[in-house]
């Protein structure tokens, strides 16, 4: 654990979520109906503008006065379309991640529960513990949620922009212009958020052990008196966890922040110039309507994808912690060619020159070239000090 803890990547992009694909590809249906879903949302979103364009150009002249009837009735069929898929994305997102989860849960778990003895001594319980719900939760919420959010963005980005292009190449151009000024604090302030979400997953993890540690002993630490220690050393584990919480907090509302004051204020200021040409009769109200309302897509497109960008760097750090539990391997591995019992053993048990040590103690040797001998039916009682041995034995 601690040697992979050492190779992680760093913080700059959500590479580890690659791993969970073999748990989603399981369920194709699912992804299908979902993509199909949002795609049916996305394309009736941007529908609107066009209607509201047509409507706004055409609608109001006293001639065409029946044809705001029309793209009323219109827009109201592009609504139930969006109603129902979004409906439908939800329903099969939140089905999705239910199910990847819980398989991605089961699956560590018996990998868990075939490890050797030497992982649960280097490795504490509490820790396997936090990453089978922690981390398993900050998962679902992607896979259940996060992933679709982004997906349904990026789908409106994508064509919100293709069709601001359609609707006016200038005031695209002078868009293009303001996208470096957004995209740089989402990349910088991104990876800090990652490497933040890591830590805060791990003070999570290490308050979790010394709970699940203190509980396991709890009447030697009564026997003891040591109440009072465990409360504060959980209270400051627990503090830990809160500070490093409070520091990707604090750097996640700055990128959502700048991000979104970035995006707005370019928006304000292309459609100040677009206002100077319905003015002076270059462009026409409907199409600056149009451009407006795509604008706005665009716009709470990237402010959304910049908030779930951090909901996708933890998660990717959650993964990485339940792909290391996975990956790691027993050292007690199964024979190719096993010798077989006797038939009628003579129940007789011997030692010869046994040594053992725990792996979390390889200098301090529990049984030290140990000879022992028991005779079939015979009574051996092992009398010793605590720590001796005889629960090894």
């Known amino acids: ?21 073999p748990y989603i ?31 706004i150009d055409l609608g109001f002249s006293g001639d065409r006065a ?20 979004t409906a439908a ?10 199910r990847v989860v819980a ?14 003895p030497e992982f649960f001594e280097t490795t504490r319980t509490g820790e396997v ?26 789908f409106l980005l994508i064509g919100g922009m293709t069709m601001l292009v359609i609707t006016s190449p200038k005031l695209t151009g002078l868009v293009f212009v303001f996208v470096p000024l957004v995209v740089a604090p989402i990349i910088i302030l991104g990876r800090r958020v990652r490497g933040l979400s890591r830590d805060s997953q791990d003070r999570i993890a290490d308050s979790s052990a010394i709970a699940g540690e203190t509980l396991d002993a709890v009447t030697t630490v009564q026997a003891f008196t040591q109440e009072t220690t465990e409360r504060q050393r959980f209270a400051t584990a627990v503090e830990h966890a809160f500070d490093v919480a409070m520091r990707r907090i604090s750097a996640r509302a700055l990128m959502t922040a700048l991000v979104i004051t970035l995006v707005f204020g370019a928006v304000v200021g292309v459609l100040w110039i677009g206002a100077s040409a319905v003015l002076s009769g270059n462009m026409t109200g409907g199409t600056l309507g149009q451009f407006v309302l795509y604008a706005v897509f665009v716009a709470g497109a990237v402010g959304a994808l910049s908030e779930v960008w951090g909901e996708l760097q933890r998660a990717a750090g959650a993964t990485e912690r339940l792909m290391e539990l996975l990956g790691a391997q027993s050292t007690i591995a199964t024979v190719d060619d096993p010798v077989p019992l006797p038939a009628q053993a003579r129940g007789a048990t011997s030692f010869e020159a046994v040594s053992f040590a725990y792996p979390s103690r390889l200098d301090e040797p529990v049984i030290d070239k140990l000879d022992l001998k028991i005779e079939p039916g015979e009574t051996v009682a092992l009398v010793g000090p605590s720590g001796a041995g005889k629960s090894t034995i």
């Open 1 to 21: 654990m601690q040697n992979a803890a050492k190779d992680r990547p760093s913080g700059r992009d959500i590479r580890p979520l690659r791993a969970l694909w």
């Open 25 to 55: 590809s399981r369920y194709r249906k699912l992804v299908i109906g979902t993509l199909i879903a949002l795609t049916a949302a996305s394309a009736a979103t941007l529908t609107i503008p066009v209607a509201v364009r047509q409507m």
């Open 66 to 85: 029946a044809l705001v009837h029309q793209y009323f009735a219109a827009l109201m069929g592009v609504a139930l379309i969006l109603a129902l898929a």
């Open 89 to 98: 994305r939800f329903f099969f997102v939140s089905w999705l991640g239910e």
């Open 103 to 116: 398989d991605l849960r089961r699956d560590v778990y018996s990998h868990m529960i075939g490890m050797s």
């Open 129 to 154: 513990l936090s990453r089978l719900t922690t981390d398993t939760t900050l998962i679902q919420n992607v896979v259940g949620s996060g992933a679709s959010i982004a997906l349904r963005n990026s």
